[in-house]
């Protein structure tokens, strides 16, 4: 599970490592012929656009409603707002940014496996590899920048007033947030891990 700040990144980074990951194929695709070199494109697009469509984008959308401050890492609280059903004046507007943030996270995928894919045909493929990690890394620091946001689990307007002090809890202390996050991690990050094992046994083979 990750959080907001995260999740368009991610979706980005794991599109371009299964290009990354499956240059050898690619390369030996191209020299076999442009309809092998088609097929597998739309094999690892296939790939990319499954992670990000139906396990990185459906996890963070989970999260997002269950812990949508803590998932925007109190950002705004916007979403805090977004379920509140009995709030009719703002429907069905409230609901927009939830199919706005999944369509973004399904782009996002879409975007990293296309210039993957260009940029190691292009023999670049290094250069996809430091963006990836660098947008990975600067992602991921930005987040912890914001510390204690990635730790406490709060609504919006507690966290801002005093986020050490209840209903603010320490993740660790927070049982059912634990859980969950537990479940959705491994939910978004197995599928990642197996898909590149698998095109890393499909480069092996070809070796």
């Known amino acids: 599970m990750a959080v907001v700040l995260t999740d368009i990144q991610i979706a980005f980074a794991a599109g371009a490592l299964f290009a990354d990951a499956g240059a050898p194929v690619i390369e030996a695709a191209r020299k076999e012929s442009e309809g092998a070199l088609a097929k597998l494109y739309s094999s690892y697009m296939l790939r990319s656009l499954v992670y990000a469509g139906v396990f990185l984008g459906p996890v963070a959308t989970i999260s997002l409603m269950a812990y949508p401050a803590w998932e925007t890492q109190y950002l705004s609280g916007v979403f805090d707002h977004t379920v509140a059903y009995n709030d009719t004046a703002n429907f069905p507007f409230n609901a927009y940014p939830y199919g706005i943030f999944l369509m973004v996270v399904f782009i996002g995928g879409w975007f990293g496996n296309w210039l993957g894919f260009k940029w190691v045909l292009n023999g670049a493929r290094k250069k996809l590899r430091v963006l990836y990690l660098v947008i990975t890394a600067i992602t991921f620091a930005i987040v912890w920048i914001r510390y204690p946001a990635p730790v406490q689990v ?3 307007e507690h966290f801002k007033a005093a986020p050490y002090v209840l209903p603010c809890r320490y993740y660790i202390a927070h049982k059912p947030f634990l859980f969950n996050f537990i479940v959705l991690l491994l939910l978004a990050g197995l599928p990642l891990l197996i898909g590149f094992i698998q ?9």
């Open 154 to 156: 709060c609504d919006y």
């Open 199 to 207: 095109i890393r046994l499909s480069v092996k083979k070809l070796k």
